[in-house]
Each structure stands twice: as structure tokens, then as C-alpha cells.
């Protein structure tokens, strides 16, 4: 079954940097283009980027342009988020989405990342 395990998630100071992790198991992961979305306190997930399967094309969400970077390894089966100059405003539970061909939805369990001085 399709199965999506972030990591590397933790408490850093604002300014700071962070790498998450997302592996993939379960299904052909280089047929397909991945995402990454956060949730805060509050709030409805967003978006954060997405990349598609070959990691030629990514898309960012405009409060993370120039400080996140997307990317995956297809050999690996993994898709990575680079977090850097992070906000407070950054801080959120972080997902990794999966849409398969049919349209089902998958998400991971997500992983807490928080940002304070």
C-alpha cells in the first residue's frame, strides 16, 4: 500500500534552516509529481511547493520563493524540502501529498516544525 514517511522536522531559531524528508513506498514514485504542504496552528493547509516527477518543473508558494528548495531522488524514492532563512511564520506540520492517477489523494503524517527565538 501506498505509504509517505516525512522526517526532519524539529525546533530551530528564526534565520535558521531546516531539511525534510518524505519516502515513498507503495507505488511507481517516479511516474509521479509530489508536494509539499503545511498546516498552522489554526489555519487550513497550504501549499508550501510541488515538483514534477522528474524534478524538471517545481512551483513554489510566493511566501516561500527564494528560501525553499524542492527535490527529489527517483532512485531513492524520496522527496526533500530545504528550509532556509526560516520565520516564525514558517512554523507549521508539513506534509507530503501524493495524487495518483485515479485522483485518490494521499497524504503523510507530517512532520512539526517550529520557529522561535
Known amino acids: 500500500q501506498v505509504q509517505l514517511v516525512e522526517s526532519g522536522g524539529g525546533f530551530v531559531q528564526p534565520g535558521g534552516s531546516l531539511g525534510l524528508s518524505c519516502a515513498a513506498s507503495g507505488f511507481p514514485f517516479s511516474r509521479y509529481a509530489m508536494s509539499w504542504y503545511r498546516q498552522a496552528p489554526g489555519k487550513e493547509r497550504e501549499l508550501v511547493a510541488d515538483i514534477t516527477n522528474t524534478g524538471g518543473s517545481t512551483n513554489y508558494a510566493d511566501s516561500v520563493k527564494g528560501r525553499f528548495t524542492i527535490s527529489r531522488d527517483n532512485a531513492k524514492k524520496t522527496v526533500y524540502l530545504q528550509m532556509n532563512s526560516l520565520k516564525p511564520e514558517d512554523t507549521a506540520v508539513y506534509y507530503c501529498?501524493?495524487?495518483?492517477?485515479?485522483?485518490?489523494?494521499?497524504w503523510g503524517k507530517g512532520t512539526l516544525v517550529t520557529v522561535s527565538s
Open positions: 501529498k501524493l495524487v495518483v492517477s485515479t485522483g485518490f489523494v494521499y
